[in-house]
Structure formats: C-alpha cells, structure tokens
C-alpha cells in the first residue's frame, strides 16, 4: 500500500520532468569560431560531407569519383534525415559543439546568414576565395552575408507558373493580365490561381513573392523591415484581392504543394505557382489531366516577370574543419559544370551556372530549364537576415490573416514590420 | 498501481490483520535495520545517479538558461554576440508579453511574434485537454464496460482497440491528415466542403478527433483494469438486495473504480496538456491550434533562452495542475492507507 503512495508522485514527477527536460537540451554559447576562421587553411586530408536525405541517390555516386581521383583526401558521407528542420538542428548542434568533423555541410539558402552571424561558417575569401563569376547571380546573394560570401550555391530552385495550354493561349506576362483571364476559368468552372497558402514555409515563399513581384522588399539592404512601402501593400493586396474574389479557390488556405499540385492535375486550377518538380509528375502520372496541355512560363510581376522566391542549397565549409584546403577543392568540385550537369540530370536539381540552362541535351531532358533560367535570374532570395525562423514566422501568421480577411492588409504589413523589428532588436 | 487499487477498501475486512508486516520492531533489529538501509542506499545509487543526469541536471541547466538573453547582434560585425544575464525578462516575454522594442525597452508584443501567442496558446492547450480528456474518459469507460462482459471474441476486441494506441502519433497525424483535406475522404464521405484545417473551430474538432480516436483505448485498458478488480460478488449481493442496474453502476462499479479512473484522468490530462504532434502536423498550428508545446518547438529555433524560459513556465503550469489532482486524488489515498495503518 506504501508504494502506491509513493507511485503516484513519482510518476506525475516523472511525467513534468519529461515535458521540461526534453526541452532544455539545447543552449550554450553562440559566438565563437572568429578564431577558428584563420586556422586549418591549409590543412589537406580526408573531410565529412553533410547533407541532407540523398533521395535521387547523386551524391554516393559523385564522392566515389572524387575518392578515386584523391586516394589522400577522401570524402565520407554523412546523410541526415529528409527534414529540412531536422536537418537545421543537426548542423546547429553539431556547429555548437564545434565538430571538427563537419567539414562541409550543405547549407539551405535561408539558413546561411543565421549560421554566418553565428561565426560557424568559413568566409570564403582571400585564401579560400571562390570564383563565382560563371554562377546566376540571385544564387550567390543567398549564399552571401554583408558582402562576403560563406556557401558555395551547390543547387538552386525557383518558382514556375503552370498553365493549361489548351484554356490560354498566351501565357500571361503580369499578374493583372492573369487576373483578366480568370473569366476563362469561371466559364470552366475551376479555380483561377493557386499558390501555396497554408501557413507553413511555403506561404513565407509565396507572399514574399508577391512582395518582391510588386517591387516592394521584406528587409532592406541593411536588413531593417522595409514593409511599410505602396509596393509591399500593392503586393500583399493583390493576394488578399484575389482570395476575397474567390480567384484563388477558398481550400487553397490548406495547399502545400502537394495538394496544389494534386488539385491543378485534376484539372481544377487555371494558373499554378509551383516548383519546377511539378513537371515531371504532371506529364508522366496517369491520373494527370493535363498531360498534354501543360504549359510553363515565368512568374507574373507588375510589368514583366515577377520575382520568385529562391530555393536550393549551398556547400559551407565549417570554421571547425581542420582541412580546409581539401574542403575548397570538394566545393569547386561541386560547382564544376560537369557536376552540376549530373546533378541536373540524375537528380533533377536546378544548376547555379548560368550557361547550363541554355545547354541543348539539358534542355531536351529538362525542357522547363529556360523559363526556369529566367525565374531564377528574376530571383529574389527570401529576406537574407540572422533571425530568418522569427521573420518567416512574422510573414507567416501576418499574410494568413490577411488573405483570410481577419485583417486589411495595412494592419498585416504593419504588424509583420513591427514583429520583425522586435526580433532583430534581439534582447 | 491502478490495479492494486479497487478492492483494497472492499477486502480490507476480509485481509484486515495484514500479515504483511508480521514482527513488531523490536530494539534487536536496529543494526539489521541500519544495515539493510545502507545496502538499500548502494543499490539505489546507480538509479538516483542516473535520474539526476537525465532529469535533473537537464531541469537545472534549463531553469539558468532562463535567465539568460538570447543572443543579440552586433551591428558592427554582423555577428552574433553573447545576451548575457536577462533578470526575468524572458519571462515577461511571455506571461505579460513585452517583447523587445528596436530602440530598447520593451513593447508589447506585436501580433506575429511567439511572445504575444502565450496566453491564446494557454488557453488552447487547456481547451484541448478539457475537451479531449473529458471526451475520452466517457467513450473509455463505455468501452471498457463492453470489454469487461464476457464474450464471444472478447479476446480479439482487446486487441484490436488497441490499434490506435499503438499507431506513432505522427502516423496517426499524418493519417488524419489526408482524411480532413479538401479533397480529402472526410468530405468525400459526408459530401460536405469544410476547410478542415483551414478556420478555427473545424481545426480544433479535427485535433479533437484525431485525438480522442488515438488515445480512448489507452483510457479504456486503465478503466478496465480497475473494473475487472471489482469481485462479482459485490455484484450479485446487490443484486439479491433487489439493485437496480443503474444503482448497481452509480453505488458499486463507479466508487469502486474511481480510484484507477482517477490515475488514468490524470495521466491524460498531463499527457494532453503536453499535447504536440497532432496540431502540429495536421494545422501547423494555424487557427488557433497552437499549443504551448509547439510554441517551445518554434522558440528553440529562435532563441534557446526564451524557450527554456517558457518550457520552465510549461513546467509550472502542468506541476500546479498535476498538484490539484494528487491532492484531489491524495485524498482518498490517504484516508484508505490511514485507515489500513490504524488497523495494524
């Protein structure tokens, strides 16, 4: 009978000790590795390549090349799991702990000056300098932090607008353009225009991009929230505008690009703002509806194309590594043209050098590779700031609210410019 | 535990002298007593020891963490430099919601940061509970009920309500993910068009559902637990006595069962209000499904030290919580294990 008595508060202390412990793993220092970044330069021998899930299996394949051509400087792989937040957490700790076993990590566009500001990542010049010149530009303003450059944009990705060749016959150039064709789609009775609006990440994407399509901006060049301009309300309305109207179907406040995908497939959109992936699933799927009708063209913007929001992935080498020499020559070898070709080829991934989209076999494999090329070029990087998890979440909770008219898009802007403001005041 | 728990009060006249604790102390039996203590010590060692290092320190390490700032930028470098000390305000942040104003000082937290979701963030997560503990609790109890007859099959039945419970909740999530999209089966099957996870109170009942469907076997298997420890004789002197079955249900099986009813409520309730992996993967936590569980995950990805000053909050809330129910429990406990001690 005691041990019941004493059961119960163990177990209900058991219980609240999980909930606390389990969050107070994290911490330590943050700063740090400012001495780090001058040791190590000419350090060769074998690294550690960290990246994400290896889905389309390019990397094995690749490092076995390198392997057989520096018996000296091997290259080990270590794969983390698919998820991109898993993936973020990984790295943070690791960098933490100051691994020297990192070497070189693939790095999201939207993590790179978050782990620059935290002096985790080598700033690639003087010694380490790497020539960019043949790289898309866009690409290497995401893998940049105040003017230095710290990744080598290893992949890159951009927003497409599918269309169905069949209802338009010439895609729309501008955003009000499209708006004008809605009419076509009402008289099929499907949905005009569909993005991705859940609140998640990709809702970040798609309002940042119709910010930086109207020609407004998230964050000025110094970083500071620049929300309060005509051109971020004029972007902001116009998805607000579009939604009241019915334009952008009412269940697309739960698409993530799945279900937006699934939806256009079936037919039930006009317009889609995906990721090039699309393609391939849309014209070889058997369900698809639009096998034969689909077609592709740049973002809308005010005047011309508009400016998507970038994606992709860029190779850092970690201040901590202890061969950096050798981690230099693996992120050139990442960026050569004939990498970057297999990358595109064998995984689909979108390449950083400009003359590859223009290349013929590519594009008779990959025939969204020009209207890519000029979203990307068209490119805006998602805001480029330390503090991006508390910006992506001000885009997001803020742009919800307003595409669901809980909000007129003045209060959202100017929460989101306050909410921005009040992070990157750190504490 | 909760098996042990029912019949004690009824069989206690039956095993009244406890034969449990059979020689008086006597003066002889200190050194055996002191010896058999230190042995006792050594052998728990290991598992106090280990205890401290996976819970404790952890708990300390978070507790000076909340005291700390989280790191701010200097504007000269771009670089990240240490908070230093933050005296409480990580936990202003959150309970009165002052967040950090861009000249200095502190503004109230605009909508869009995770300071100014606290209190709704609260609130939902207690509504969760509430709902989903009192939701489970009845379905339980009704299933454990059909369980406890003796039937054809009842073996099978067991085990497949068990299902759900033994489903990972980020499967169930998933799961009932597809069921609640537009397109979704639930739409298809009752030919409506709700915005499952896309406006506030469809999102709620969907984590509400999902919930309840995952977690009422676990319920149901503690109260069942307890039923099977009531003697059938109890029930059948009843019965002689000319009870009703309701009388039966209200006079026998519910005071009988409390006490295991009481433990397996107060592990949901502790359980729910750590609620996470549903609103988080079905909603994300849009429409007010945010729990304050998902808001620790999202303030870790920006700050260690307001999110250890949060979990720290988290912790409080569900200690004060869990004390309301011990106590409320404890009550009974106590009086039954006096009881039995006024015997002896």
Not at chain 1, 41 to 55: E, H
Not at chain 1, 325 to 347: C, P, R, S
Not at chain 2, 232 to 244: I, L, N, Q, T
Request: glycine share 8%.
């Amino acid at each position: 009978m005691k041990t019941r008595n004493l059961l119960l508060p163990i177990a209900t202390a058991g219980v609240l000790a999980m909930t606390l412990s389990a969050c107070g793993g994290g911490g330590g220092g943050t700063t740090g590795g400012n001495d780090a970044a001058s040791q190590g330069l000419d350090g060769r021998g074998p690294i550690t390549y960290v990246q994400g899930k290896d889905n389309s299996n390019v990397v094995r394949p690749l490092i076995d090349k390198w392997n057989a051509a520096h018996p000296n400087e091997k290259v080990t792989f270590k794969e983390q799991t698919d998820q991109a937040d898993q993936q973020h957490d990984d790295l943070v700790q690791h960098f933490q702990a100051k691994d020297p076993g990192y070497d070189v990590a693939s790095v999201d566009v939207v993590w790179t000056a978050e782990f620059a500001a935290k002096g985790w990542l080598q700033p690639l010049k003087d010694k380490m300098a790497l020539d960019t010149s043949a790289m898309i530009k866009p690409t290497v303003d995401a893998a940049s932090y105040k003017g230095t450059l710290y990744a080598a944009p290893e992949s890159s990705d951009g927003g497409i607008l599918y269309y169905r060749k069949d209802l338009v016959p010439t895609p729309p150039k501008t955003w009000d353009e499209m708006m004008s064709m809605c009419s076509v789609a009402k008289s099929h009775n499907m949905g005009c225009y569909s993005g991705q609006f859940k609140k998640y990440e990709g809702l970040t994407v798609n309002a940042s991009e119709a910010i930086n399509s109207a020609g407004g901006a998230v964050l000025d060049e110094n970083g500071k929230p620049n929300l309060l301009t005509a051109e971020a309300k004029a972007g902001m309305a116009n998805l607000v505008k579009a939604y009241a109207d019915g334009e952008i179907p009412k269940e697309a406040i739960t698409f993530q690009e799945e279900e937006s995908r699934q939806a256009f497939q079936d037919g039930k959109l006009l317009f889609l703002r995906n990721w090039p992936y699309v393609y391939n699933l849309a014209t070889t799927e058997g369900s698809s509806k639009v096998k034969d009708v689909l077609g592709m063209t740049a973002l809308p913007g005010k005047a011309g194309p508009g400016a998507s929001s970038l994606g992709g992935h860029s190779a850092a080498v970690s201040v901590y590594s202890k061969n950096k020499a050798t981690a230099l020559d693996f992120l050139k070898f990442l960026t050569t043209e004939e990498t970057q070709k297999f990358f595109a080829t064998k995984g689909s991934l979108a390449p950083v050098l400009g003359s590859l989209y223009d290349d013929k076999e590519l594009v008779a494999k990959l025939p969204y590779l020009p209207v890519l090329k000029t979203s990307i070029e068209n490119a805006k990087p998602r805001p480029v700031t330390p503090f991006y998890p508390a910006v992506t979440k001000a885009i997001q909770e803020n742009a919800y609210s307003a595409i669901k008219g809980e909000k007129t898009v003045d209060a959202a802007l100017s929460d989101m410019q306050k909410s921005i403001e009040s992070a990157s005041a750190g504490q | 535990m909760a098996t042990e728990v029912g019949p004690t009060s009824v069989k206690a006249p039956a095993s009244g002298g406890a034969p449990i604790h059979h020689a008086p102390k006597g003066v002889g039996e200190d050194n055996r007593i002191a010896t058999q203590g230190r042995w006792a010590a050594w052998l728990l060692a290991p598992t106090i020891i280990a205890l401290s290092v996976v819970i404790v320190y952890p708990i300390i390490t978070a507790i000076v963490m909340s005291f700390q700032k989280d790191a701010g930028l200097d504007p000269a470098t771009g670089l990240f430099t240490e908070g230093g000390p933050a005296g409480f305000s990580n936990y202003t942040n959150w309970i009165f919601q002052q967040c950090p104003a861009p000249g200095g000082g502190t503004v109230d937290c605009p909508p869009g940061t995770l300071g100014a979701q606290f209190w709704s963030a609260t609130g939902t997560t207690f509504f969760f509970a509430a709902v989903t503990v009192a939701l489970e609790t009845v379905l339980g109890f009704w299933m454990a009920v059909i369980m406890a007859r003796a039937f054809r099959g009842r073996s099978l039945v067991r085990a497949a309500v068990l299902v759900p419970w033994a489903i990972p909740t980020a499967v169930t999530a998933k799961l009932w993910l597809f069921i609640f999209a537009f397109e979704g089966i639930g739409n298809k099957l009752f030919n409506t068009a709700v915005l499952w996870t896309g406006s506030e109170w469809p999102a709620r009942w969907a984590v509400i559902i999902a919930d309840v469907w995952k977690t009422t076997p676990f319920m149901a298997l503690l109260i069942l637990a307890g039923l099977q420890m009531i003697p059938a004789e109890v029930y059948e002197a009843a019965k002689v006595d000319g009870a009703s079955a309701w009388q039966r249900f209200r006079m026998i099986t519910l005071p009988l069962v409390k006490p295991a009813l009481m433990v397996a409520i107060l592990f949901r309730t502790l359980d729910a209000l750590r609620m996470f992996d549903l609103p988080y993967i079905l909603t994300g936590g849009a429409n007010n499904t945010t729990t304050l569980s998902i808001l620790v995950i999202n303030q870790i990805r920006q700050g260690f030290n307001a999110a250890a000053a949060l979990s720290t909050i988290t912790f409080f809330i569900i200690f004060i919580v869990a004390f309301i129910f011990v106590r409320f429990l404890g009550a009974n406990v106590v009086e039954q294990t006096g009881a039995g001690k006024g015997k002896k």
